[in-house]
């Protein structure tokens, strides 16, 4: 689980360092350039148990932390909060939390969990 959340952390990190490096020499920048990460983990019983993650101008989606795979994927205007450039985490909180649940029912079951 912490693997994904440093190899993530790790990726964009390093784009970051590469964006603001070129920065240096604002000629080599267009103005009309756009560049934004976004990584929030989500957290359900006091575990992180998934991602919300954007490289813009991508969708956001929602990635299982266990699992590795992609839960949902979301517009601006279906995740975004009114005006702002916030997202709203609950539909990818409950994204998360049912997978969590399958998850825990199907080992209960003896059954393999499945993504």
Not at 40 to 51: D, F, R, V
Request: with cysteine.
């Amino acid at each position: 689980m912490t693997s994904l959340y440093w190899k993530l952390t790790r990726t964009l990190c390093f784009s970051l360092f590469v964006f603001l490096y070129t920065l240096q020499d604002q000629k080599s920048v267009s103005g009309e350039a756009t560049m934004a990460y976004f990584l929030k983990p989500l957290t359900y019983n006091s575990q992180i148990a998934g991602y919300l993650i954007r490289c813009y101008p991508g969708k956001w989606t929602t990635i299982d932390a266990v699992s590795k795979h992609i839960l949902g994927s979301f517009d601006d205007d279906e995740i975004l909060k009114g005006n702002s450039n916030t997202p709203g985490l609950r539909e990818s909180g409950r994204l998360v939390q049912k997978s969590v649940d399958t998850r825990a029912i199907q080992a209960r079951r003896g059954q393999t969990p499945t993504p």
